[in-house]
């Protein structure tokens, strides 16, 4: 059974299960379950896992807590984040003493949820309670904080508690989710400090996570950072594609981004994958140079042979909504319905699971939000026909609120176009929060 279950074959595991639970002289005991959940549990079943956990806890057995971290990683895997903690809380009150992994397991779920006081809370239990938090407990909780810009800096004290106080050296994982805290926050001065630590060891996520760094950066902000971190800075080994200055005007991020990905390539530092030359694509979107963004879009994804993932769509419908270009943004729907159409025939053969969905970006909310973009970027270019077409199309069973679509109300304002407005109010749900109209959006 855990032969089958170590190669992802569910069916096998169940059918070595029921030789046992056949045999008269066998009979299936904590381990079995045990390795009958974890076929389940990575193969995307956990209802089923439930079934037969549910039925350990029913029985005199009582479940490991190797068998309840299972249960713990397959719900957070799963994105069942509330039924994490149930499994988790029954262990901790009836069962066992959470032991490092699973109270790691739900730092993890707090670092999904973006729950980073709740996630801090934990650790203090788990310290409290004489556990050893190991070098991934560090790294999960560093992601929690990365993922909140207001605890930029929590990360880094983190950092510097897992080196002086536990003795860990932080790893490429450690790295690369502090340059993913740098993008949140837009500090190119310390991503630009950790890349220069990184050094030779730069994976495609580390570009792919500084590149998006260059584009959440604000040329046009002060620079607070100190004059002492600054000198550090300058202290670093320097690399030929990093300056040692941060880029004034927005042309400069990008071109400094450009020879950055000019060395990937020609250098061959990494591979050049979907994500990264998505993030590189970003930083051009967001830094608003229009110049190459159809040439990454079209040529070089062509030319890498990469498929475009729901974020590629997105940058390029933000750059639509930015240039009013309505053309350009069918063109960019009309490729993001074939990856949904792919995506779903993989769905129904069995090849893709719900998890799959949810982390490529294409989950039922995600394409709520994608069509909004959409509908507001058509509004945006003038063609209020085609966006009320688009709207009741994708929202005929749950209506959006009429503060999703300002750019679309304010544009019927704008035009004078009365008619159009009435059918955007009749689309959508009724919202007594919206203001009255700005008379600067008339002509």
Same mark, same amino acid.
């Given at each position: 059974?855990?032969?089958?279950?170590?190669?992802?074959?569910?069916?096998?595991?169940?059918?070595?299960?029921?030789?046992?639970?056949?045999?008269?002289?066998?009979?299936?005991?904590?381990?079995?379950?045990?390795?009958?959940?974890?076929?389940? *549990?990575?193969?995307?079943?956990? $209802? $089923?896992?439930?079934? *037969?956990?549910?039925?350990?806890?029913?029985?005199?057995?009582?479940?490991?807590?190797?068998?309840?971290?299972?249960?713990?990683?397959?719900?957070?895997?799963?994105?069942?984040?509330?039924?994490?903690?149930?499994?988790? $809380?029954?262990?901790?009150?009836?069962?066992? /003493?959470?032991?490092?992994?699973?109270? %790691?397991?739900?730092?993890?779920?707090?670092?999904?949820?973006?729950?980073?006081?709740?996630?801090?809370?934990?650790?203090?239990?788990?310290?409290?309670?004489?556990?050893?938090?190991?070098?991934?407990?560090?790294?999960?909780?560093?992601?929690?904080?990365?993922?909140?810009?207001?605890?930029?800096?929590? #990360?880094?004290?983190?950092?510097?508690?897992?080196?002086?106080?536990?003795?860990?050296?932080?790893?490429?994982?450690?790295?690369? %989710?502090?340059?993913?805290?740098?993008?949140?926050?837009?500090?190119?001065?310390?991503?630009?400090? *950790?890349?220069? %630590?990184?050094?030779?060891?730069?994976?495609?996520?580390?570009?792919?996570?500084?590149?998006?760094?260059?584009?959440?950066?604000?040329?046009?902000?002060?620079?607070?950072?100190?004059?002492?971190?600054?000198? /550090?800075?300058?202290?670093?080994?320097?690399?030929?594609?990093?300056?040692?200055?941060?880029?004034?005007?927005?042309?400069?991020?990008?071109?400094?981004?450009?020879?950055?990905?000019?060395?990937?390539?020609?250098?061959?530092?990494? $591979?050049?994958? %979907?994500?990264?030359?998505?993030?590189?694509?970003?930083?051009?979107?967001?830094?608003?140079? #229009?110049?190459?963004?159809?040439?990454?879009? *079209?040529?070089?994804?062509?030319?890498?042979?990469?498929?475009?993932?729901?974020?590629?769509?997105?940058?390029?419908?933000?750059?639509?909504?930015?240039?009013?270009?309505?053309?350009?943004?069918?063109?960019?729907?009309?490729?993001?319905?074939?990856?949904?159409?792919?995506?779903?025939?993989?769905?129904?053969?069995?090849?893709?699971?719900?998890?799959?969905?949810?982390?490529?970006?294409?989950?039922?909310?995600?394409?709520?939000?994608? #069509?909004?973009?959409?509908?507001?970027?058509?509004?945006?270019?003038?063609?209020?026909?085609?966006?009320?077409?688009?709207?009741?199309?994708?929202?005929?069973?749950?209506?959006? /609120?009429?503060?999703?679509?300002?750019?679309?109300?304010?544009?019927?304002?704008?035009?004078?176009?009365?008619?159009?407005?009435?059918?955007?109010?009749?689309?959508?749900?009724?919202?007594?929060?919206?203001?009255?109209?700005?008379?600067?959006?008339?002509?």
């Amino acid at each position: 059974m855990d032969a089958y279950a170590n190669t992802n074959d569910v069916e096998k595991t169940i059918e070595v299960y029921q030789r046992i639970k056949e045999d008269k002289d066998l009979q299936p005991d904590v381990y079995t379950y045990s390795t009958l959940i974890k076929a389940f *549990i990575q193969s995307n079943h956990l $209802d $089923d896992a439930f079934i *037969i956990f549910d039925r350990m806890k029913q029985s005199s057995m009582i479940p490991t807590q190797p068998i309840f971290s299972n249960m713990i990683s397959g719900c957070i895997q799963a994105n069942e984040i509330d039924r994490a903690w149930e499994v988790f $809380d029954s262990m901790r009150l009836s069962y066992h /003493q959470p032991d490092e992994v699973s109270f %790691t397991l739900m730092l993890q779920a707090c670092a999904k949820r973006g729950e980073v006081e709740r996630a801090l809370n934990v650790f203090e239990d788990m310290t409290g309670s004489n556990l050893y938090p190991t070098d991934v407990t560090f790294n999960v909780l560093i992601n929690a904080c990365a993922k909140r810009p207001d605890y930029f800096q929590a #990360a880094f004290d983190l950092l510097e508690q897992m080196q002086t106080v536990y003795g860990f050296r932080p790893d490429l994982i450690t790295y690369n %989710t502090l340059l993913t805290a740098c993008a949140r926050k837009g500090n190119l001065r310390r991503a630009q400090a *950790i890349f220069n %630590t990184i050094g030779g060891d730069a994976d495609h996520h580390t570009f792919a996570n500084l590149f998006s760094c260059y584009a959440s950066y604000n040329p046009v902000s002060t620079d607070t950072t100190s004059t002492q971190q600054n000198n /550090q800075n300058q202290a670093l080994v320097e690399h030929a594609i990093i300056s040692d200055q941060l880029p004034q005007r927005r042309s400069g991020v990008v071109s400094e981004a450009s020879r950055i990905f000019n060395a990937i390539v020609s250098e061959q530092r990494c $591979d050049i994958t %979907t994500s990264l030359l998505t993030a590189y694509l970003s930083v051009h979107v967001m830094q608003k140079q #229009a110049r190459d963004v159809m040439d990454i879009y *079209i040529d070089m994804f062509d030319k890498c042979q990469l498929e475009r993932i729901p974020r590629t769509f997105s940058l390029m419908l933000q750059y639509c909504y930015g240039q009013r270009d309505a053309d350009l943004a069918w063109r960019v729907w009309g490729d993001y319905q074939e990856f949904l159409e792919r995506r779903q025939l993989q769905q129904q053969d069995g090849s893709i699971s719900s998890v799959t969905r949810i982390n490529e970006g294409w989950a039922p909310d995600q394409q709520r939000r994608m #069509a909004l973009l959409m509908v507001n970027t058509l509004a945006r270019g003038n063609d209020l026909k085609n966006a009320l077409g688009l709207l009741a199309a994708e929202f005929s069973k749950d209506k959006p /609120q009429m503060s999703e679509l300002k750019t679309f109300r304010n544009k019927c304002i704008q035009l004078e176009d009365e008619e159009a407005l009435q059918s955007l109010k009749r689309l959508v749900k009724r919202d007594n929060k919206i203001k009255p109209a700005d008379w600067r959006f008339r002509k």
